[in-house]
């Protein structure tokens, strides 16, 4: 079956960085476009960044452009999000997310298959 698992969450300070990690098996990973998302306690979740297939298109929220980079291994079926200058806002869980045949969404319901999360934590 499909799996993907996120790694890499931690408590971090304010201005730090973190890389998160998502592994995939059970599906023609080179087929997928993946997409990161992350929601804190008491908010939606949201839409952080998103890779196509190839790498050659990436999308991200006005909030964390400039900031996080989003990139993809497919010989390693490994998708990371690298996060640089971390704020509090920034703070919650980080769930990574795979979709075929769709594009590059910023909407979750539009993806196939979901990880369980990683959880982040900026402190001040």
């Known amino acids: 079956q499909v799996q993907l698992v996120e790694s890499g969450g931690d408590l971090v300070q304010a201005g730090g960085s973190l890389r998160l990690s998502c592994a995939a098996s059970g599906l023609i990973f080179s087929m997928y476009a993946v997409g990161w998302f992350r929601q804190a306690p008491g908010k939606e979740r949201e839409f952080v960044a998103a890779i196509r297939q190839d790498s050659l298109v990436t999308v991200y929220v006005d909030s964390v452009r400039g900031r996080f980079t989003i990139s993809r291994d497919n010989t390693k079926n490994m998708v990371y999000l690298q996060m640089n200058t971390l704020n509090l806002d920034d703070a919650g869980v980080y769930y990574c997310?795979?979709?075929?045949?769709?594009?590059?969404?910023?909407?979750?319901?539009?993806?196939?298959?979901w990880g369980l999360g990683t959880q982040v934590t900026v402190s001040e």
């Open positions: 997310a795979a979709v075929q045949n769709r594009g590059l969404p910023t909407v979750g319901t539009d993806y196939d298959y």
